[in-house]
């Protein structure tokens, strides 16, 4: 004897209640929606990147991210403005050539030898140490590799030189972003992977979409910052970049 599901037993039930109630034999015919693939705008031209800027910093200000604009002229100037803002001593930064390639190592070597901070660099070959230095550090320095505007979101990009630890244990998490990295919203960051993967692109599977400081309301509706990631949120948009 074949074993009836549940989902038959379910409507055996429920013909039976009908029946009693004098309402036909039959349950009513199931009606399925139609699905709609929804028009989502597509905001990718060059010439509307000032206008993702802008609404980026807006919501930055919604969800309690400090927003600063610079150049890779000013960066280190604005990194500065930043350590100073949050009293910090100590940063630790993903292993990146993105540093270099806008001076950011360099100044934060530079810092470090005249004792302003203390500044480690992620090691993909040494972890456990890594972690520990993560930690410890009053700012920890990413860069975005896709950022959206519509919600305040940066995507991290995690492989063995840019630990998740970097964005996440510091009190603080200061998130590069090149303009160029700039995008609507979620289904730009899904086409542009999705492209990448199509193409051959060897992509961390470790993906991080991070939209502010961490937060939480589940205790009495209680809005409480940093229980589980940094307490501050910076985001220094490189406008030539």
Not at 98 to 110: A, E, S, V, W
């Amino acid at each position: 004897m074949k074993k009836r599901s549940n989902l038959q037993l379910g409507e055996e039930f429920l013909q039976n209640i009908s029946k009693r109630l004098g309402r036909g034999n039959g349950l009513p015919k199931r009606h399925v929606p139609e699905r709609k693939r929804l028009q989502i705008p597509q905001i990718n031209s060059e010439e509307s990147k000032d206008d993702l800027i802008n609404i980026l910093e807006a919501q930055c200000e919604q969800i309690h991210v400090n927003f600063i604009r610079s150049t890779t002229e000013q960066i280190n100037d604005s990194l500065l403005d930043v350590i100073k803002f949050y009293k910090a001593k100590s940063i630790v930064t993903w292993e990146d050539k993105r540093f270099n390639t806008i001076g950011l190592g360099q100044y934060l070597n530079q810092l470090a030898e005249e004792n302003v901070i203390e500044y480690f660099n992620w090691e993909h070959d040494n972890r456990d140490k890594s972690i520990e230095r993560a930690e410890r550090a009053d700012i920890g320095i990413t860069f975005s590799d896709i950022t959206l505007a519509e919600s305040a979101t940066v995507t991290l990009f995690n492989d063995a030189g840019k630990g998740r630890s970097v964005s996440l244990l510091p009190k603080t998490h200061i998130a590069i972003v090149p303009k160029s990295s700039i995008v609507y919203r979620l289904t730009d960051a899904v086409t542009i992977i999705s492209k990448r993967v199509k193409s051959g692109e060897n992509i961390p599977s470790c993906i991080n979409f991070i939209s502010g400081p961490s937060n939480s309301a589940d205790i009495e509706m209680n809005l409480v910052v940093g229980v589980h990631g940094p307490l501050h949120v910076a985001y220094i948009v490189v406008e030539d970049m």
